[in-house]
């Protein structure tokens, strides 16, 4: 694996990776708790009519809001993986290197989409090859 030298540009990415990923973090588990208090104010409020919705169309209604919420849940905590997961790979010391082709990707892919583990050449391939 070829690693291509270090610019400037790809230093001053590095340098500010960590506050970014962190902010990001933050603001992921935030959005999660307002989510989680949501789907548990669904639940007391249903709980609290006393009984399952009365009409198909409440209980339609409701079921919708519930999966979407839990939908919600699942995106979050996949997103907060792939900042665990940045996080780590600065840590290691490979944060910025593509895990196909072992360049360096690209510092404005980088700010732009800070959990990027690929160079846009080879994540064009991959979305190509598997459908995404």
């Known amino acids: 694996m070829a690693v291509t030298v270090r610019t400037g540009a790809y230093r001053e990415v590095m340098t500010t990776a960590r506050g ?8 992921l588990l935030r959005h999660r708790a307002e ?4 789907l548990a104010a669904m639940t007391v409020s ?6 399952i919705a009365t009409h198909i169309a409440d209980a339609a209604s409701d079921l919708l809001e519930a999966q979407t919420t839990v939908g919600a849940l699942a ?6 993986a792939e900042v665990d997961a940045a996080l780590d790979r600065l840590e290691r010391g490979t944060y910025g ?3 196909d082709c072992g360049e ?11 959990t990027a583990t690929r160079c846009l ?7 190509y090859r598997t459908g995404a």
């Not at 249903?46 to 009984?51: K, L, M, S």
């Not at 360096?104 to 800070?114: G, Q, V, Y």
């Open 20 to 27: 970014r990923l962190m902010r990001l973090r933050e603001d």
């Open 35 to 38: 989510v989680e208090e949501s």
């Open 46 to 51: 249903q709980g609290d009519e006393g009984t």
């Open 75 to 80: 995106r979050i905590d996949a997103e907060l």
């Open 97 to 99: 290197v593509c895990i």
């Open 104 to 114: 360096m990707i690209d510092p404005a892919r980088l700010k732009a989409l800070p």
């Open 121 to 127: 050449r080879c994540q064009t391939h991959f979305e």
